[in-house]
């Protein structure tokens, strides 16, 4: 837990890009998925040699030169993407946003690359390595914003879309062909588009575990979100987390929310009253849940204690509420007003 935000222009391009969590994706995510790109370009040229080798020893030799050239071609156009892609991952300069954008570009041509190559029988089967691009690649890449789910849709028209050119100026393609064509792209770009949407909100559920802490139980919630109990790992006193669930992260205000949170955060960590709990620590997970760590104070809250008392004596209200204005004060002087008080 080491996400400290001290840079309030950074910290509102994080809160920026993270609303609404159903379009965007965080830091963290965008990290992972490059080093998965990554990963994809190293594979993806290796399977396209073995392929080709196979392809010319068995089935290419029979065919027109014309079509080994184009089959070659298309083969070395498809490789250069993911050499090229490759050298885009692994230059520093390049932010894991851009990166992630110029995935989607690359997503779009890879498949294009694929499409335009001869295609498998799509009136028995229907399944290409185009299909099998699109319903795998969002597992790698999130389709996160309008530019990732146009991407993801546009890779998976990319064989209907080659089939159709074939059967305007090469030759007829039965309708059906055509047809059943489209029928398994739709099918692949929703499959493609519901995995990712799984994976997401699995990644934003609401988390086990918080760096170092291990939640144990919920014991609140409130406006700004929810408080848990939490373990450390290695330290033997528990903690309290506060941190803003995903379908508040959802909302049209979440913005503003987080911006509160974010500032909740800080002052109430330079406060020094006696009667003012301890902050320990704050910041964001890398699935995107903002967080602060507070001390955890075990035993009965006002409220349990009026329950079972029904009624105090004037003195002991009296230093109740003078603990309570101490604090309170000092968080007016600095700034903060609690907007809940009851």
């Given amino acids: 837990m080491h996400s400290h935000e001290h840079d309030s222009t950074a ?3 994080i809160l920026s890009r993270f609303v609404p969590a159903g379009l965007r994706i965080s830091p963290g995510i965008a990290r992972t998925a490059r080093s998965r790109l990554g990963i994809l370009t190293l594979i993806l040229p290796a399977l396209s040699v073995v392929g080709y080798s196979i392809a010319y020893f068995t089935e290419l030799r029979e065919v027109s030169i ?20 490759l050298g885009l991952v692994s230059w520093k300069k390049l932010q894991d946003r851009q990166v992630l954008e110029l995935g989607y570009v690359y997503e779009v041509l890879r498949a294009a690359s694929l499409s335009l190559a001869p295609l498998p029988d799509v ?25 990732g789910r146009l991407a993801l849709i ?69 406006g700004m979100g ?24 959802d ?18 960590a330079n406060l020094t009253s006696p009667h003012t709990v301890a902050v320990y620590d704050y910041g964001m997970t890398e699935s995107g849940v903002y967080y602060y760590v507070m001390e955890y104070l075990a035993g009965l809250d006002l409220q349990h204690l009026l329950k079972r008392e029904r009624s105090l004596p004037p003195s002991r209200a009296v230093q109740f509420i003078a603990q309570a204005c101490d604090s309170i004060g000092e968080a007016h002087q600095a700034g903060l007003i609690h907007r809940d008080l009851k």
């Fill in 226 to 249: 929810e408080v848990w109990k939490a373990a450390h790992r290695f330290l033997a006193r528990p903690a309290a987390i506060k941190l803003i669930p995903r379908d508040e992260k």
């Fill in 123 to 147: 009136g028995t089967a229907g399944i290409s390595w185009v299909l099998i691009l699109v319903v795998f690649f969002p597992t790698l890449l999130p389709p996160a914003g309008h530019l």
């Fill in 154 to 222: 546009l890779a998976g028209l990319t064989q209907p879309m080659a089939l159709s050119a074939v059967h305007l100026f090469v030759q007829p393609i039965p309708f059906y062909q055509l047809l059943y064509s489209i029928y398994s792209a739709i099918t692949a770009i929703i499959l493609g588009l519901v995995g990712a949407d799984l994976i997401r909100r699995y990644q934003l559920d609401a988390p086990q575990e918080l760096g170092s802490y291990q939640l144990v139980e919920k014991v609140g919630s409130g």
């Fill in 11 to 13: 910290n509102d391009a």
């Fill in 66 to 85: 014309v079509d080994q050239q184009l089959r070659f071609a298309l083969g070395l156009f498809g490789i250069t993407l993911d050499l090229l892609m």
């Fill in 251 to 268: 909302s049209k205000s979440a913005r503003k929310k987080l911006r509160r949170f974010r500032r909740e955060a800080q002052v109430t």
